[in-house]
Every structure is written in structure tokens, then in C-alpha cells.
């Protein structure tokens, strides 16, 4: 299966603090995309990073994609409330999308 | 922009009704898609779009239909519903296959 399997499943941080969560998967993709998503509702795009490409930031994410281990990791920096949601990562390859389960990050105040 | 609207935002079926799920999108996007999130649980995606007149299917496509006869418009109709198709529905567009979705608002199905 293309489906990406995120690690940890639930993360709780303190406001300020950094959180890292991971993706891995199993076969090539042609991009890999962050998604957050607030108490069931629709998804919101954080960002794509290629296959050809290493790292990506946008504000206080930064994203790596190492290929060769078939790995991604995404960094939320100095941490908010408002950062609680769930975080997936979206694999894509030849118009078929995969999401993995997802990561539960809660920030407390 | 009105973005990626989708209705019913809520819906009860019995077991063998059909019903049609409705999305639009106003932003010109050729890549459209449906996806379901079962609880606890990512999207998978049940059927795409290239663009209007072509459809394809995902990774769980049985017991759906899709049609594409507008850029605009991608319904999702159910055919003969089962208690497993109980999820929550999310449509999706972006301006290529590949690139940054927008999703609408979901539509939660309950079916008894």
C-alpha cells in the first residue's frame, strides 16, 4: 500500500515548545503533502515538498523529505494553542492520493 | 470565492436508499476528488477527476458512482447505501493532479 503511516499517533507539548512529527512509507511518490485538520472538519494545505527536493519551510514549518529512506518529517517551531489539530501527510503518485492516519497534537496553554 | 461547497453538511439514510452527494467548486480546478475519513482514521480517496468528461477510480470505489459533465460540479451518489458507508465525506479540488487540494466542509452520512 502507498498509505503513509505518521509516528506519533498523539504528541502533547507545552505552548513554545517544538513538535516533530514523521512519516514514513513504502513506494515512490512523485510529492508528499502536510495537511492539518481542526475537529473534523475540512483539511487545510500546509505544504508540498517534491521528490526532488530535501526541505521546505513556510513560517514555522519546516519539512524534509529524505527519499532514499522513504521518510518525511515536518517541524512546527515555538508552538501555539492554536496549532492543536491533527496533522497528516499526504502521499502522491500518478493522480492517486494517499493519507496516512494522522498525528493528534495537542498544545497546552 | 465560495472555495469547495458541499451539500447535505449532514445525512440519514436506511440501508438501500440512494442518495446523491453534491460538490462545486469556483476556482477553475481540473483535478477534483472524494474522499471518506472514517473515525480515527485518514481519508481515502473513492473516486478522481482529471477534468470534466473524465473520471477514475481510487482506493475504495465500490458501492459509488461519479460523473464530471461541468469543471465546475462533481457529485458523489450513493447507490444502494450499507451502515459500512457510515463516514464523513470530503470533496477536494486543486488546479492539477498532484498539487495543493482545497476541501470543503464535509458531509457527515449516517447510515442505519
Known amino acids: 500500500s502507498q498509505q503513509g503511516e505518521e509516528d506519533p499517533q498523539a504528541l502533547s507539548i507545552q505552548e513554545g515548545e517544538n513538535a516533530t512529527m514523521n512519516c514514513s512509507y513504502k513506494t515512490s511518490i512523485n510529492n508528499l503533502q502536510w495537511y492539518r485538520q481542526n475537529s473534523g472538519r475540512g483539511l487545510v494545505h500546509l505544504i508540498l515538498i517534491r521528490s526532488n527536493e530535501r526541505e521546505k519551510h513556510s513560517g514555522r514549518l519546516r519539512v524534509t523529505l529524505d527519499t532514499s529512506k522513504k521518510s518525511s518529517s515536518l517541524l512546527i517551531t515555538a508552538s501555539r494553542a492554536a496549532d492543536t489539530a491533527s496533522y497528516f501527510c499526504?502521499?502522491?503518485?500518478?493522480?492517486?492520493?494517499?493519507f496516512g492516519a494522522g498525528t493528534r497534537l495537542t498544545v497546552k496553554p | 470565492n465560495a472555495g469547495v461547497t458541499q451539500t447535505p453538511k449532514f445525512q440519514v439514510l436506511k440501508t438501500g436508499q440512494s442518495m446523491t452527494l453534491q460538490c462545486a467548486q469556483d476556482?477553475?480546478?481540473?483535478?477534483m476528488s472524494w474522499y471518506r475519513q472514517d473515525p480515527g482514521m485518514g481519508l481515502r480517496l473513492i473516486h478522481y477527476?482529471?477534468?470534466?468528461?473524465?473520471?477514475d477510480q481510487g482506493e475504495v470505489p465500490n458501492g459509488y458512482n461519479v460523473s464530471r459533465s461541468t469543471t465546475e460540479d462533481f457529485p458523489l451518489r450513493l447507490l444502494s447505501a450499507a451502515p459500512s458507508q457510515t463516514s464523513v465525506y470530503f470533496c477536494?479540488?486543486?488546479?492539477?493532479?498532484?498539487?495543493?487540494?482545497?476541501f470543503g466542509p464535509g458531509t457527515r452520512l449516517t447510515v442505519t
Open positions: 477527476s482529471v477534468g470534466a468528461g473524465i473520471t
Open positions: 476556482m477553475n480546478h481540473e483535478y
Open positions: 499526504a502521499l502522491y503518485n500518478n493522480n492517486d492520493m494517499r
Open positions: 477536494a479540488s486543486s488546479y492539477g493532479a498532484g498539487g495543493e487540494q482545497y
